[in-house]
């Protein structure tokens, strides 16, 4: 089992930059595969990005494609959303999601396919 928290949500103008921080807790974070997700008031829960714990590539919603980049750092623990040239549209609560990942290159889209959830950091663009 994992736990996850978020941090480095806040209030930015349009155009600014945040760096998202999810830090998991025990020693197996290397086996998961780490997602981040959004949900804005009145919305669906939507995909944001994905990092596969084998070979680090990454896959990233048609929204923020270009502007977020999603990394990680086993050695601490760690991912990290780091989105730049926000927009309006990007305020919503920030997720970060984790799933065990026994042959390395799983990843989803989707909610469902994550089976750990943190606590969601909001972000807030102003235009």
């Known amino acids: 089992q994992v736990q996850l928290v978020e941090s480095g949500g806040g209030l930015v103008q349009a155009g600014g930059s945040l760096r998202l921080s999810c830090a998991a807790s025990g020693r197996t974070f290397s086996s998961y595969a780490m997602g981040w997700f959004r949900q804005a008031p009145g919305k669906e829960r939507e995909f944001v990005a994905v990092?596969?714990?084998?070979?680090?590539?990454?896959y990233y919603a048609d929204s923020v494609k270009g502007r977020f980049t999603i990394s990680r750092d086993n050695a601490k623990n760690t991912v990290y959303l780091q989105m730049n040239s926000l927009k309006p549209e990007d305020t919503a609560v920030y997720y970060c999601?984790?799933?065990?990942?026994?042959?390395?290159?799983?990843?989803?889209?989707?909610?469902?396919?994550?089976?750990?959830w943190g606590q969601g950091t909001q972000v807030t663009v102003s235009s």
């Open positions: 999601a984790a799933r065990p990942d026994y042959s390395g290159y799983y990843y989803s889209v989707r909610p469902s396919g994550y089976d750990y």
């Open positions: 990092i596969r714990r084998s070979d680090g590539n990454t």
